[in-house]
C-alpha cells in the first residue's frame, strides 16, 4: 500500500496526540509529516510539505479550517474534516461527498475514513464541494445540494429537483424536474437514507418518490402515482397505508 503524507491540524494538542497514536496503531501507511496548531501554521505547513491528506479541524480560534482552505487555492490534496458539529450538519458533510471524522474520534471511524481516501478526487479550484458543503451549513439543509460522484467526474443537484429515484442493482438512477437523468454508484437503501426528513417517500421497494411532486394518484390496478413528467410508479401493498396517511397532510 502506497504511503499516504499527512498533515494534522488541531488547535487542540490531547486531539493531535490521540489521532496520532490511532493513525500509527491502525493506518501504518499514513506518515504524519507535520502537525498545526492554528490556522495561519496550518498554512505555512501545508505550502512547505505539500501533504497527500490533511485532518482539518474546522472550529479553531483566529481561523477556521474553511478560512484555511479558502485561503489555499487550488486545494490539490483530500481532506478529512474534523468536527464536533451536531448529527443534523453532518448530513451536510455527506451532502457535500466530504469525509469527516466525529470528535472524540474512533479507530474504527478512523479507518474507514482513510480508507476512502483514494476514492474522492482532491478538492481542486473548480470544484465546488466546499461551496456545497458551506451553502448546506449555511440555509440549514432546508433545500440541500448533494454530490453525485461519476465516472467522469462530480454532478450537483438540488435536492428539490428530484422527482423520483429508482433502483438498479447497486446503482441508483435519479430523475429530475428538467428531464435530466443521473446514475448515483449507491443503492436506493442509502440513497433513501441520505434523502431522509426532505420529503422523500419510498413507496415501492424499486422506487423513492419527492411526495412534493406527484401530479395524481390513481386507484386502478392496486393504486399507482402519476409523477410530473408522466410517469406511473406502483404503491406497493405494504407502503399503501403509510402513504395515504402522507398524502392526507401534503
Known sequence: MDTIKAIIVDDENHCVHTLRYELSKHCPHVEVIGVALSGEEAIDKINDLHPDLVFMDIEMPGMSGFDV???LSPVTFNIIFVTAYDQYAIQAFRYAALDY???PVTWEQLKEAVSRVGSYHPIAQDDSRLD???????????SPRIVLPSSRGMDF???????YC???SNYTHLSMRDGKKYTYAKTLKEVEHLLENHGFFRIHQSYLIQLSHIQRYLRDDGGYVVMADGFHIP????????????????
Do not use: P, W
Request: no cysteine; aromatic share 2%; glycine share 2%.
Open 69 to 71: 482552505l479558502h485561503r
Open 101 to 103: 471524522l466525529l470528535k
Open 132 to 142: 456545497i458543503l458551506m451553502h448546506n451549513l449555511r440555509d440549514g439543509l432546508k
Open 157 to 163: 443537484v438540488n435536492t428539490e429537483d428530484i422527482l
Open 166 to 168: 429508482s433502483s438498479e
Open 235 to 250: 404503491i406497493a401493498k405494504r407502503r399503501k397505508e403509510e402513504f395515504m396517511a402522507l398524502l392526507k397532510h401534503e
